[in-house]
């Protein structure tokens, strides 16, 4: 920022002397005017003072009184400014004030230049950046790219109105938030980078840390080489924690960050992160190292692990290599399920609890894509549920091809193919699937309003299962077996929007009924389920012509689907509405649904939604799902917040009955509330917490309280977080973080 002010002082002087040139070819001897003038020489300068003299033989211009330069935007004032062409010297003093066209300001009471204005002396230096940034220095000097500043001080944050009084008064300006002092302050504006020697920094006027150097890029680059801000806090696991890190700028386009994270219980952790960008593609890689000891559990005993080798490695490219290609690759792995937990690595955007390492390659064409990957998978989910026989897939091949709409026979076609092949290293099932598909889908609309959407399609699967479980096998089946299939489906979905408007908005109700016809598939042992176990019914896939969440099972049969959605819309954006539906089977036997999925009996559950909104400060949505013969309620959940400007609640509610094709046994019941609190304008209050009220674990499961303070020129952020779940897991224990953020120094607005 310092050198605003010495550039736009050489832009004056520059300025100043061909002003000089052009008003001394009229005078050749000594001239003094005693009222102010105003000179508009060629150039675009505004040039006025009350005296202006210019000396000959010296070789000196003397402007005096209310002296004034405008250049381009930027306003010089000054009470004197005296300019010798023979020594090659500026003199400015009284006064001097520098104002840029952006609004900062540059005061000094004295200014000496030499050199071709390239060198210069500045004392009792104030600046006023735009930003509200201030600084001051008994002396600045600059030689050259490098500028030195003697006993400085700067802050970014604005004087109060009881500073300004005092300063107007002649008294000394009350000490801001916080600010840095040093005894001499370098810019090297080549290296672009500020540091400061003898540096202490102060809160309030009260020195609270020291440091022999410190320095941080000026802000004109969007990269450089230095310490990074550092992370304190503490977790139960780990005991206190620092994390320091240094941040090195290779090149415009790559970077690194190495540190280390030292903890009190369990030693240090390296860290590392590697990126670079290749204009049509990029490379990102980051790890961690350490020796630490966990908890786990063995045999169903929890087990106490000592010195072992941990750590992870998350990497991922990108690569467009032409305007319809695209390829790239992730890869994801930690050393065991509770690491990235425990250590807060899943903070960091990576927090699945299956981690998926893949290599692809993709093509889009116009409404055409294709998709072609290999695929592994690590598991780190909590033990009970944890499946350790995660597959290696290769290849998984993916393609789908749109027509036109309206351009066959009225209605658009489609074609979908896949190819999986799915194998298993500890010896289970192996799968290779062939899918292909072809479809036609045409929308109708009655002069009435009735709208139809008709989509016919024909399907055939080829499946080669090897390792089959000898439980789900027939007698004298081989475990290596052989399937195809066959299935050609149309499904018809109608629709009658009804509305009638009123002022401010509308209502509508609108009947909603679809038919589905398809031939019955018989069961086939050889054909595996991988990726449709988790079906479960609800408002969304209702009317979908298979409800199943995957490929390898088909809903066959035919159905009927009906429903009705009902609610008033406003123009401000409030609405409320329902909706209801319900499916039935023509026939009962040979259902391919599981227990608990709604679909399993020939009447399936009754599945609906209540959703409302008022303007932008309320909403609530409720799901419901009831059994369809006996009405026992089956799913609830239920969503509801509250956003104001002082305070706001939201509130989550969920209670599932068994599925066993999920895994998960028993009903499970939780409740979510938090909401926050701003106690004024700068500070707030955040706070959640989760309670299981299930079967298998009920209480607390997690809770947290966060505190923050946003002052105009720095931020505090407190958070406490409390985990109540099994140790092994790698998420229970406790967790304190405080963030301080410095505005034009770090992390002011994270």
């Known amino acids: 920022m310092y050198h605003r002010f010495f550039n736009n002082l050489f832009y004056f002087l520059a300025a100043l002397f061909l002003c000089h040139s052009a008003y001394a070819q009229q005078q050749q001897s000594i001239i003094e005017q005693p009222v102010a003038q105003t000179i508009q020489?060629?150039?675009?300068?505004?040039?006025s003072a009350d005296d202006l003299?210019?000396?000959?033989?010296?070789?000196?211009?003397?402007?005096?009184?209310h002296v004034e330069v405008v250049?381009?935007?930027?306003?010089?004032?000054?009470?004197?400014?005296?300019?010798?062409?023979?020594?090659?010297?500026?003199?400015?003093?009284?006064?001097?004030?520098?104002?840029?066209?952006?609004?900062?300001q540059f005061k000094s009471s004295y200014i000496v230049l030499r050199n071709n204005m390239k060198?210069?002396?500045?004392?009792?230096?104030k600046g006023q950046i735009i930003d509200d940034s201030r600084f001051w220095a008994e002396q600045g000097e600059r030689t050259g790219h490098i500028i030195r500043l003697k006993n400085a001080r700067y802050t970014p944050c604005k004087p109060c109105i009881e500073s300004l009084k005092n300063e107007a008064k002649?008294?000394?300006?009350?000490?801001?938030?916080?600010?840095i002092k040093a005894k001499e302050v370098t810019?090297?504006?080549?290296?672009?980078?500020?540091?400061?020697?003898?540096?202490?920094?102060?809160?309030?006027?009260?020195?609270?840390?020291?440091?022999?150097?410190?320095?941080?890029?000026?802000?004109?680059?969007?990269?450089?080489?230095?310490?990074?801000?550092?992370?304190?806090?503490?977790?139960?696991?780990?005991?206190a924690f620092w994390d320091q890190r240094y941040y090195s700028a290779l090149s415009p386009s790559q970077d690194l960050t190495i540190g280390a994270i030292g903890t009190t219980k369990e030693g240090i952790a390296g860290v590392g992160e590697y990126r670079r960008n290749f204009g049509v593609g990029d490379f990102s890689i980051e790890g961690s190292a350490t020796k630490s000891s966990r908890t786990d559990k063995i045999a169903g005993v929890s087990t106490n692990l000592d010195n072992e080798f941990r750590g992870h490695v998350f990497a991922k490219t990108r690569w467009d290599m032409n305007e319809k290609w695209r390829s790239g690759a992730d890869l994801n792995l930690t050393t065991d399920d509770q690491y990235l937990r425990q250590y807060g690595f899943d903070e960091n955007g990576i927090d699945d609890d299956v981690l998926t390492s893949q290599i692809y390659a993709e093509r889009f064409d116009d409404r055409d894509y294709v998709r072609a990957r290999m695929l592994g998978f690590q598991d780190i989910r909590v033990t009970q549920f944890a499946n350790d026989d995660q597959p290696f897939i290769f290849p998984s091949v993916e393609a789908n091809f749109y027509g036109d709409p309206n351009a066959t026979f009225g209605g658009r076609w489609g074609v979908q193919g896949s190819a999986l092949n799915f194998v298993r290293e500890s010896g289970g099932q192996d799968v290779t699937r062939l899918v292909g598909q072809a479809e036609w889908e045409r929308r109708f609309i009655t002069p009435i309003g009735l709208v139809t959407t008709a989509t016919t399609s024909i399907r055939g699967d080829s499946f080669f299962t090897r390792d089959i479980d000898p439980a789900k096998l027939a007698p004298g089946q081989d475990d290596n077996d052989t399937a195809t299939r066959f299935f050609p489906q149309?499904?018809?979905?109608?629709?009658?929007?009804?509305?009638?408007?009123?002022?401010?908005?509308?209502?509508m109700i609108e009947p909603i009924a679809s038919l589905t016809?398809?031939?019955?598939?018989?069961?086939?042992?050889?054909?595996?389920?991988?990726?449709?176990?988790?079906?479960?019914?609800?408002?969304?896939?209702?009317?979908?012509a298979n409800r199943f969440t995957g490929l390898d099972r088909i809903e066959d049969r035919s159905r009927v689907t009906y429903g009705v959605k009902t609610g008033f819309y406003n123009d401000d954006a409030s609405y409320g509405d329902i909706f209801l539906g319900q499916s039935y089977r023509f026939e009962a036997k040979d259902n391919p649904f599981s227990p608990g999925s709604g679909l399993d009996e020939q009447n399936s559950d009754y599945v609906g939604a209540i959703r409302a909104q008022y303007k932008d400060m309320f909403n609530f949505n409720y799901r419901f799902q009831f059994n369809g013969d006996s009405l026992a309620a089956e799913r609830h959940e239920i969503y509801a917040d509250y956003t104001g400007d002082r305070f706001g609640l939201n509130t989550g509610y969920f209670s599932l009955d068994e599925v066993l094709s999920t895994g998960f046994v028993g009903t499970r019941e939780q409740l979510s509330v938090g909401g926050y609190i701003n106690f004024t304008d700068d500070f707030s209050m955040n706070s959640q917490s989760i309670y299981n009220l299930g079967t298998d674990k009920d209480g607390l499961l997690k809770s947290n309280i966060g505190l923050r303070y946003t002052h105009e020129c720095y931020t505090f952020a407190l958070n406490a977080e409390r985990n109540f779940t099994d140790e092994s897991s790698g998420e229970s224990g406790t967790s304190v973080t405080f963030r301080v953020g410095l505005k034009n120094l770090s992390g002011f607005n994270d």
């Open 71 to 104: 250049h381009e935007g930027r306003t010089v004032t000054a009470d004197e400014i005296r300019y010798s062409l023979k020594n090659d010297k500026v003199e400015a003093t009284g006064n001097v004030t520098l104002t840029e066209a952006n609004g900062d």
């Open 53 to 65: 003299i210019y000396e000959k033989e010296q070789e000196l211009v003397i402007a005096k009184g």
């Open 517 to 544: 016809l398809a031939p019955n598939l018989d069961n086939n042992n050889a054909i595996p389920n991988e990726d449709s176990g988790d079906t479960q019914l609800d408002a969304t896939n209702i009317f979908q």
């Open 170 to 179: 002649a008294k000394r300006e009350k000490d801001p938030a916080w600010q």
């Open 490 to 507: 149309a499904h018809f979905v109608s629709q009658y929007p009804l509305a009638k408007p009123y002022e401010g908005g509308e209502f």
């Open 41 to 47: 020489p060629a150039i675009p300068i505004q040039f």
């Open 187 to 239: 810019w090297n504006q080549e290296e672009q980078t500020i540091s400061y020697k003898n540096a202490t920094f102060e809160v309030g006027g009260v020195p609270v840390f020291y440091t022999p150097y410190f320095a941080h890029p000026d802000g004109s680059v969007d990269q450089k080489s230095g310490v990074l801000r550092p992370t304190a806090g503490f977790r139960s696991e780990l005991g």
């Open 119 to 125: 060198d210069g002396l500045i004392l009792k230096l």
